[in-house]
């Protein structure tokens, strides 16, 4: 009898993680069928869970199938550079350990690498994300998903060739020959643009996004406005690394080309804040006071991280 080991995988899915293996474990569940036939290969990337998160982690390895390894905790980023270096299939798809696989999504991904199972094409096929059913999607929740700020599937106007900042590493399919030539950058260490900069490095190596609407997944991330904002705080912190890498980008994080970014006056982004919060129950939309707070806890993210990189006299291109 041939070992499921021993079966090469048209796929490998790499799954960065850290301390949540309830979310993880449902992730995990939806690939099993796919991990049992061989066919796909499950790698999780524990980013340095604490003990019982990793305990829980090696519970669900051996019956699932799929391999854990582990690093300390250095990011989403290079745990994702952990799992491609130990990737066995041509392709790679890269997922979140709260983005559960839907019915047929491992359908449609196999299908796009059967089509070129050594992977020496250039496509790369993002598949759709919804918020998972069995959370109370908000108006708030509703809008982020939608316009670009979180994900922009409302904005694609050629399906077949999407902007570099499609690369959404929430449900993605790549090459892994391009991921080997154009690792993520590990300089970001939270998840905010270091797919985004992928993306871009990519689109010189000849990538071709299209967009897969038939894999789909489920995100299990229960979101409120205060959440939202402290990641945006952390979205303005990995801004300036983006600027640092790509000055002529400096327009798309919304930075000027060189010097301190823009600094919202802190009294004003709280006053905003707590209008949002509380405005938050409400069926309604706010766009407007959304932008508004939200681009506050962008800009005095990016502001400190600017101060930081000062303070230890980091260059600034």
Not at 10 to 35: E, K, N
Not at 39 to 57: F, H, P, T, Y
Not at 63 to 68: D, E, H, Q, W
Not at 289 to 299: I, K, P, Q, R, V
């Amino acid at each position: 009898m041939v070992s499921r080991a021993a079966i090469q995988p048209l796929l490998s899915v790499v799954i960065p993680t850290r301390d949540r293996p309830d979310t993880l474990a449902a992730v995990v569940r939806a690939l099993g069928p796919f991990v049992a036939s061989g066919k796909i290969e499950g790698i999780v990337v524990d980013d340095g869970s604490d003990g019982e998160a990793a305990r829980r982690l090696d519970q669900m390895a051996a019956p699932s199938g799929i391999r854990i390894l582990r690093q300390e905790h250095r990011g989403p980023a290079a745990a994702r550079n952990l799992g491609i270096r130990a990737a066995r299939a041509s392709w790679v798809a890269l997922i979140g350990d709260d983005t559960v696989p839907e019915p047929g999504w491992g359908g449609e991904i196999l299908r796009c690498a059967a089509d070129d199972p050594a992977g020496l094409d250039t496509n790369g096929w993002v598949g759709h994300v919804r918020w998972h059913p069995r959370l109370r999607v908000s108006p708030f929740m509703s809008w982020i998903h939608g316009n670009g700020l979180q994900f922009g599937f409302g904005l694609i106007d050629d399906p077949d060739d999407l902007p570099f900042n499609f690369l959404y590493t929430s449900n993605v399919l790549l090459p892994r020959h391009l991921l080997e030539q154009e690792p993520f950058d590990e300089g970001f260490l939270f998840a905010a643009y270091e797919d985004t900069e992928l993306g871009y490095r990519l689109q010189d190596r000849g990538l071709r996004l299209r967009y897969l609407p038939g894999a789909v997944v489920a995100h299990d991330h229960p979101t409120t406005f205060t959440s939202f904002a402290a990641r945006q705080r952390l979205a303005g912190a990995s801004a300036v690394h983006f600027r640092r890498l790509h000055p002529e980008l400096h327009w798309f994080v919304r930075l000027p080309a060189e010097g301190p970014p823009p600094s919202s006056p802190p009294t004003r982004v709280a006053a905003l804040t707590v209008v949002a919060r509380a405005l938050e129950p409400l069926p309604v939309k706010l766009p407007r006071l959304w932008t508004a707070t939200l681009d506050g806890h962008f800009a005095r993210g990016a502001a400190d991280a600017y101060r930081l990189a000062d303070h230890f006299g980091f260059e600034e291109d």
